[in-house]
């Protein structure tokens, strides 16, 4: 019922910035928390941020803070990964998510429905 698409993945050099944007259909947006995270080639899926049903609380992986910032636009029903400063080790398939609760979780259990990823690549 709930469908996402990503998209603004893409090759950067290293400290460059992307900004990935992730459009939801199909239920009331502003009422659920969302998140974004990444899997790497030979690695599990790792949480990078989350932001909840109102935009007002975020939460970051401590790989990423200070660098990504999450933000939504409820009006739109868009949510957004700005991504500045990136690294080799950023490369990975992003993925955003729409969770089955309002608040903010960095657990991928939370999540019931799931965008087909988009490809971020950072050369070094």
């Known amino acids: 019922q709930v469908q996402l698409v990503e998209s603004g993945g893409g090759l950067v050099q290293a400290g460059g910035s992307l900004r990935l944007s992730c459009a939801a259909s199909g239920r009331t947006f502003s009422a659920y928390a969302m998140g974004w995270f990444r899997q790497a080639p030979g690695r599990e899926r790792e949480f990078v941020a989350t932001i909840n049903w109102s935009g007002r609380n975020t939460h970051y992986a401590d790989s990423v803070k200070g660098r990504f910032t999450i933000s939504r636009d409820n009006f739109k029903n868009t949510m957004y990964l700005q991504m500045n400063s990136l690294r080799p080790e950023d490369t990975a398939v992003y993925y955003c998510?729409?969770?089955?609760?309002?608040?903010?979780?960095?657990?991928?259990?939370?999540?019931?429905?799931w965008g087909q990823g988009t490809q971020v690549t950072v050369s070094s």
């Open positions: 998510a729409s969770a089955t609760v309002s608040s903010t979780s960095a657990k991928t259990t939370a999540y019931n429905y």
